[in-house]
């Protein structure tokens, strides 16, 4: 079996890698595993280090924009697994054309190049941002998509084509929607690596508005574990979404983030409310959980202490790209 991951060089993509090349996911053992990666400032050839002298990894690097190089990229490919995407929200603010051309048109250019090579299955990897935000109760799949933010409506977007495709062609597509993830590797402008970052080198750290924003956590290896359920037993043309189990607010996630690193309040910083932000996210998991079998095996208390102490002993990892952030 020959494996195309998208976005393979990034944090969600990158850990989705490793595992399938280390032999994570028990009797699944693709002959071939090709990254497809353009590289951008996410997207570190540094983080398939651990893999990078297995015979099997293969490295593409390439727009997902480019119809050629997806083109070539497809060729023999049995199982699409689609991370790439541009996926900060503060960014899709100050500049969304780069995530409707990447997110939309990079989707699309893959779909059609899968359909045309006749691939397998094609597992697109979205988020539960497109869902909107939710006061009471969890989100099932076939909620309607109300995105808030032009990163979710571009991923809310490329759902839709993803869908479409499976409808009109007959492609195999499922459709994945994860809740926020956290773990080694992912890029610091992220809410928890950037605490976490700023706070061992005595740094302080911002807390939007009145910090009551709820997420659901999800550690990504636990997430990478529910994508490949779906790929293996998921049914062509269902959603599923993905959860950790462990929902907090802003400041409780603050306030567990400043415990682990053994930092006090003094170092928050109050600032003003995101445009749009989102005042709740919580995925109902019973389908998956249901049809697939998927719990998350990674405990918030564990997870935690897990990714502070990854982060402490990772410098030469971040360092560098803290620069690129500020």
Known sequence: MKVLVTGGAGFIGSAYVRNVLTGAYGGFEPSEVVVLDKFTYAGNRSNLAPVEQERRLGVVEADICDPHAVKSAMAGVDLVVHFAAESHVDRSIT????????????????????????????????TDEVYGSIDDGSW???????????????????????????VTHGLDVVITRCSNNY??????????PLFITNLIDGGTVPLYGDGLNVRDWLHVDDHCRGIQLVAERGRAGEIYNIGGGTELTNRQLTDRLLTATGAGWDRVVQVPDRKGHDRRYSVDIAKISTELGYRPHVGIEAGFAQTVEWYRDHREWWEPLKVVVA
């Open 140 to 166: 099932s799949e076939d909620h309607a998509l109300e995105p808030n933010s032009p990163y979710s409506a571009s991923k809310a977007s490329s759902d839709l084509l993803a869908r479409a495709f499976h």
């Open 95 to 126: 500049g969304s054309a780069e995530f409707v051309h990447t997110n939309v048109l990079g989707t699309h250019a893959l779909l059609q190049a899968a359909h045309e090579a006749r691939v397998g299955r094609f597992v697109h990897v979205s």
């Open 183 to 192: 773990g080694p590797y992912q890029y610091p402008e992220k809410v928890i």
